[in-house]
């Protein structure tokens, strides 16, 4: 079936530094990219998206990059702040939004 | 825009019972709504799509006849936790897609609710 992998599971960075997690999803008529982060108790929060027939996107300190051809889309997050600390979930939608596949998150710790 | 809320926010019970939880979208009609169940430091594993006015579809491995959703209105669905055993507990989270807002696929979640069955 459809899946989504996600890479690492746990990453920690100093505070103004560079977090790259990375995903890659294997149905090709996944469409839509969103990124949700999720503190611990809390919803998921989309952050940003991407869709298909866009390479790449930027909001502020984020941005997310997609690779159609291999299947890779990974999320950018520039200057660390504590406050990013948080679990990060990448996922893939196809048939019109009905399905979405989530990956396993990555814990990213921000170390001030 | 955009709000989701799930009622309740946690709830104990004792095994057996059956416990109802309610997702509403508050500032928009959602068609479809979607229920997952997160255990801790996991991943969201979607349990079913829920469409109103019609049955739910409902993923491989979950049981229809444990976890009853309805769909009644284009507000309100809920899941219903029927006969519930410890191995229910968990955090069940509930999502709505809302058209026309960022696009017809993203989805924005519920609060959650934290059920634990002693």
């Known amino acids: 079936g459809e899946n989504v992998e996600q890479h690492p599971s746990t990453l920690s960075v100093q505070e103004g530094d560079s977090a790259v997690i990375k995903c890659t999803y294997s149905?090709?008529?996944?469409?839509?990219f969103p990124w949700y982060k999720q503190e611990l108790g809390k919803r998921p929060q989309l952050i940003i998206d991407?869709?298909?027939?866009?390479g790449e996107k930027k909001d502020q300190r984020i941005a997310v990059t997609l690779n159609k051809t291999a299947k890779h889309f990974s999320l950018h997050i520039t200057e660390t702040q504590p406050e990013d600390s948080a679990v990060y979930f990448c996922a893939a939608t196809s048939l019109g939004g009905f399905k979405t596949i989530f990956g396993a998150g990555t814990r990213l710790f921000v170390k001030a | 825009g955009a709000v989701v809320s799930q009622h309740p926010s946690w709830v104990i019970c004792k095994s057996g019972t059956s416990v109802k939880i309610e997702c509403r979208s508050l500032?928009?009609?959602?068609?479809?709504m979607f229920w997952y169940r997160q255990f801790p430091k996991q991943s969201l594993m979607l349990m079913a799509t829920?469409?109103?006015?019609?049955?739910?579809?409902?993923e491989q491995g979950v049981e229809k006849d444990k976890f009853l959703i309805n769909h009644a209105s284009l507000t309100l669905s809920t899941l219903t936790v029927t006969s519930a055993h410890p191995e229910d507990s968990s955090f069940y989270i509930c999502s709505a897609r809302a058209p026309g807002l960022a696009g017809v696929e993203t989805q924005y979640f519920g609060p959650g609710t934290r059920l634990l069955v002693l």
């Open positions: 500032d928009f009609q959602a068609t479809t």
């Open positions: 829920s469409n109103e006015g019609s049955k739910a579809t409902y």
């Open positions: 991407i869709r298909s027939n866009v």
């Open positions: 149905d090709s008529a996944s469409n839509y």
